[in-house]
């Protein structure tokens, strides 16, 4: 049995001060404004506040490190494209706090890790490497040399490759990431497990099979001219606040949004764009039309439901609810797409779901004389055991509408991390495709590994259960941002040596291998100069428009490398000489990067001369055309089952969600502002008649836990929240409650862990 209650050190479990107030009706506005300003000021001087802030997503610009919603190609607001929570974004990275050589002087990692993520994250700019030895309980600083050498040294002692493993996370640049991958391919692995695997790999998986490319395939335009958008299982208004603008406009353009979500989400209801003084003034934009409140993990029985109320209206008069010419002409599996819709029981389906039969037609009626529909979604449907399916059920929609394909219709996955999507198109990616290798072999005159590697559970299985790996991340918090919390730490603490790549101090530099490394970099803001040229990189946003960043902020310290560089380093210090890969050149002038990407992977023709265009260009997308070539001609409909989540009695689900103050696992602030939950992040939101049934009030005090496979996990005191939200469905926030996602309990084909799907019980705490 593991994590007994107040055992587990890994997150500490203090109380910082709860208070509660209604959920906000609106979103942004004024306070948006206010709190941005507050958390841009609390890190900076104004003279650089406002510098970086003008830049910001502005063409030629820095790419907001926040999240990948594209930046729109005409119009730019002179006063920021940005949002309240880009801002803090860029306020957590461009802070002028310092953390040097001292502060880990001071404090013991044991120390620092006693410490809440918020205080962690809050000390500063990582400044120096730094080495944690065998058996210290202090880090110290080291130069740049012998940090290379140990990892060098650490990575050529190891038995095969393959027991080293290399981490990403979503904001390495394409310039970075493609140079890590083929330092890391060079080296002999193919094990490069990313945030994605615990992301949109399900978004990915199902798009793939079904239509052909695992991106979205929509461009922000659409949304202009689109009659239905669909958002599901994502929280725009805190994690995407820009989508708002782009849904006002789909609204002022007329179109009507469906919302399916267990919560009533603010962001989705109603919108005042801070920029427009009619909005701030005024009572902005109500955004959905229509709330399918839907239970966790109901998603695949409510789009049952509504196909199934489409075939109704569809038999009653042919051909004016689906697309028959596209069904025939572009896809396969429709009879059996039919036959297994009307097998199922349209009762039974609205119970699975929660939705009512009445709201269920509703849905119906609005998507049925449309032609031109949009879905978009996120977390909310990626991170369950049905992950895929959920996904696949989604664009069965699309096809039976023949919503795909054409303007102001398709796919939507909005991305998180504001280049994950352009880190695997660089070949972040343990399952690499053969040709791809094959461009790598040719242009740079090696073997690369071809057996596929470990994603992110896998790896975490393989240092969990085989000691001495050598774990390197560049970027992320794979401690904290990984299921199974204690599981995790145990195999990081196998390792033999574990390195991170990090701008900020985080839990994962805490939980250590025997040896640890953490090497500072330069972040998005930062002013990036290689041989007394100004450098600048590229990403590739949710929509897949690839465009440049360039930082503009005079880094804090003079021993911070780019990442670039970093990878150049180590790959010097690790790897024979070859000549096809000049290290030295690639990691100091990016356009010879970039050369190399457009040698070696299709759609970056004339890169270095397209990406110096305002708004960069867009990379080929089969789907956004209506081309199924790839899959063999036709898109695919296909039968996903309906979910069995059976409950005890005393049983719940609880899903993770982000609150509006964090970036993942970095904490920006203790507050939810909109979900009206202040100063407090242990927190447990449940529906009122539950509390009751247990026997709860609000504000008790109970230890959540979990039954899995035969191991109990537990994540200790939580405070009960009443809120709005379907019985035996309850919310909590990641990574606070990581520790009870267990790492075998993953999405089929995606192997993504079900942060949304947590089977647990609530114990109540005598205080
Ligand atoms: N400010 C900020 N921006 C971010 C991030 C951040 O942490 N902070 N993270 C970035 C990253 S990496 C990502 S991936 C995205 C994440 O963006 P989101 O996916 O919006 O993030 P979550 O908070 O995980 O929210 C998931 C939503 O799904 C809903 N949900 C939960 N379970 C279910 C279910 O079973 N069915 C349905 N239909 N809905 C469900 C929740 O109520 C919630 O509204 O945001 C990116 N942008
Ligand atoms: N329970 C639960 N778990 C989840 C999720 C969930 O919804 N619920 N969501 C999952 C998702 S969607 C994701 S994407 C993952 C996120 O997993 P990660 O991407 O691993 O985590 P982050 O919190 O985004 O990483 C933050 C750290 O990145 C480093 N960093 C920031 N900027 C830079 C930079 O420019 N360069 C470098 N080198 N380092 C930098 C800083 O040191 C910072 O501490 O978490 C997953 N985990
Ligand atoms: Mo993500």
Known sequence: MSGHPKNNALTPEDFTGMKLTEPKGTAAGLPAVFSAVRHILDEMDPIRATKVMFELNQMGGVDCPGCAW?????????????????????????????????????FSIEEMGQQSDYWIGKRGRILQPML??????????????????????????????????????????????????????????????DCSNMCHESSGVALIETVGIGKGSVTLEDFYET?????????????????????????????????????????????????SVGDVLGDGTALTDLFLQVKINGDVPLMKAILKQLCVRERKNPGT???????????????????????????????????????????????SGSKKIIACWAMGLTQHKNGVGNIQEVVNLLLLKGSIGKPGAGTCPVRGHSNVQGDRTMGIWEKPKDAFLDKLESEFDFA??????????????????????????????????????????????????????????????????????????????DEDIQNGVKQFVSVENSMGVVHSSQGRLKPLGKKLLSEPAIVAGLAMATLKPNDKADWTALGSNYDLIRDKIEATIPGFDNYNVRVRTPTGFELPNNARYGNFDVIGGTAKFTINEVPKNELAENEMIMTTVRTHDQFNTTIYGLNDRYRGIFNERRVILMNQSDIDRQGLVKGDVVDIWNEHSNIKRCAPSFLVVPYDIPEQCTVTYFPETNVLVPIDSVAVKSNTPTSKLVKITLKKVAV
């Open 70 to 106: 594209p930046d729109p190609k005409d119009h730019r607001s002179k006063l920021g494209e940005y949002c309240e929570n880009g801002a803090k974004a860029v306020a957590e990275e461009a802070t002028t706090k310092k953390l040097e050589a001292d502060f880990f002087e001071q």
């Open 132 to 193: 944690l030895e065998k058996g210290a309980s202090h880090y110290k600083e080291i130069d740049w040399e012998a940090a290379f050498r140990i990892i060098a040294d650490e990575l050529n002692a190891l038995p095969t490759p393959d027991d080293a493993i290399f981490y990403t996370s979503g904001r390495t640049s394409n310039e970075a990431a493609y140079l890590y991958q083929l330092f890391v391919r060079m080296y002999g692995t193919n094990n490069m497990p």
């Open 227 to 275: 009659e239905i958008i669909l958002v599901i299982g994502q929280n725009p208004g805190t994690n995407h606040p820009r989508m708002l603008n782009a849904l006002k406009k789909a609204k002022r353009n007329g179109a009507k949004i469906i919302t399916i979500n267990p919560l009533p989400e603010t962001g989705l209801i109603r919108f005042k764009d801070p920029q």
């Open 321 to 367: 609810v689906f697309d028959a010419d596209f069904i025939r002409a572009k896809t396969n599996g429709f009879d059996a797409l039919i036959e297994d819709i009307d097998s199922h029981d349209l009762h039974e389906l609205s119970k699975a779901s929660g939705i009512s039969s009445q709201q269920i037609d509703e849905a119906a009626e609005m998507l």
């Open 448 to 525: 690369p590994p071809r057996a596929h590697g470990l994603d992110v559970v896998d790896a975490i299985k393989r240092m969990h259960d085989e000691s001495g790996k050598v774990f390197f991340a560049m970027g992320g918090n794979f401690l904290s941002a990984a299921p199974d919390t204690d599981f995790t730490g145990a195999a990081l603490r196998n390792c033999s040596l574990t390195v991170h790549v990090s701008t900020k101090l985080n839990r994962s530099h805490l939980v250590t291998g025997k040896r640890a490394i953490i090497l500072p970099s330069l972040g998005r803001s």
